[in-house]
């Protein structure tokens, strides 16, 4: 088992900077990819990033490319994610999940992961 724990989120204007970190504890070594996802009001779960824990390469959503960045510290079981220039669009619920499977590191996909956290919401104000 795997518990992640976000924080980091608020509220912030387009332009603006967050900084999200996940937590994890548990049995933090069976996981090869942890990921980033968001999800806003009436709309469907987004892969946002994801972090192959092995190797520490990275994959992002379009939408994101450019703006966001993930990292890992590993000492501290901890993932960030790094969130610059954002937009209202960016607004959302954004999890941080844990993946078993070494598939993952094809790209962010909801089914690949085991372990969720619960939330952080993230508000850009225009």
């Known amino acids: 088992q795997v518990q992640l724990v976000e924080s980091g989120g608020g509220s912030v204007q387009a332009g603006g900077s967050l900084r999200l970190s996940c937590a994890a504890s548990?049995?933090?070594?069976?996981?090869?990819?942890m990921g980033w996802f968001r999800q806003a009001p009436g709309k469907e779960r987004e892969g946002v990033a994801r972090?192959?824990?092995?190797?520490?390469?990275?994959y992002y959503a379009d939408s994101v490319k450019g703006r966001f960045t993930i990292s890992q510290d590993n000492a501290k079981n901890t993932v960030y994610l790094q969130m610059n220039s954002l937009k209202p669009e960016d607004t959302a619920m954004y999890y941080c999940a844990a993946a078993v499977t070494p598939s993952c590191w094809y790209g962010i996909f909801g089914y690949d992961y085991n372990y969720w956290g619960q939330g952080t919401q993230v508000t850009v104000s225009s």
């Open positions: 548990g049995y933090t070594s069976s996981s090869n990819c």
């Open positions: 972090i192959y824990t092995g190797g520490g390469s990275t």
